[in-house]
């Protein structure tokens, strides 16, 4: 009797502490899972409407913003960091998997389409500054931050001060159509 207590009891707290790790760095997961850093850095944020924040800029400069973008190009930022520029993206509710029982098979998976250009100036993590993960062109991030009262001098779109950001190299998100979803 005390064998099966200590093993049900065992089985139960393996379950609970696997519970608790989440999708983990990647999001391996068939939904979306917020990190509990992003969960507090997305607090209060609005979504961004690049197209409403270019059209009425009094009403969004200054406000806190979040969205995913794909990067098509980084370079050094004035002050230190990265200047990210990229098209803002929709994240899927059902991310794709290339085994429908096996979620860590699982990748964020956004739409294929990207929307408006924006420009992101984000201090990245030193392992994703340089080597294998680093963010470049191609890598996915979710960004929260606040719109600056600048535009970008080439293109004159909206540029975003970053207080938080996770990211994805190439291969560790998805594109609708890519996996099942």
């Known amino acids: 009797m005390k064998r099966s207590s200590f093993l049900l009891g065992s089985l139960l707290v393996s379950s609970i502490l696997l519970g608790c790790g989440g999708a983990g760095r990647w999001g391996h997961a068939r939904h979306y899972e917020p990190t509990k850093d992003e969960k ?3 607090e209060g944020a609005r979504d ?3 197209p409403m924040a270019t059209l009425k800029p009094e009403a969004w400069r200054g406000q806190k913003v979040k969205f995913f973008m794909v990067v098509s190009e980084r370079k050094d930022a004035p002050g230190g960091g990265a200047y990210l520029t990229g098209q803002v993206h929709t994240l899927n509710e ?3 998997c290339e085994n429908k029982f096996d979620e860590d098979s699982c990748r964020v998976t956004i739409k294929p389409k990207g929307h408006e250009t924006v420009h992101a100036v984000v201090r990245l993590q030193p392992d994703e500054d340089a080597g294998p993960l680093r963010v470049g062109n191609g890598s996915l991030v979710r960004v929260v931050g606040v719109l600056t009262d600048a535009t970008d001098p080439d293109d004159g779109k909206l540029v975003i001060q970053a207080s938080w950001y996770r990211q994805w190299p190439i ?3 998805a ?3 890519d996996l099942r979803q």
Request: glycine letters at 20%.
């Open 40 to 42: 507090s850095a997305i």
């Open 175 to 177: 594109r609708e159509g």
């Open 94 to 96: 059902i991310n794709g």
């Open 48 to 50: 961004l409407d690049a």
């Open 171 to 173: 291969g560790y998100y």
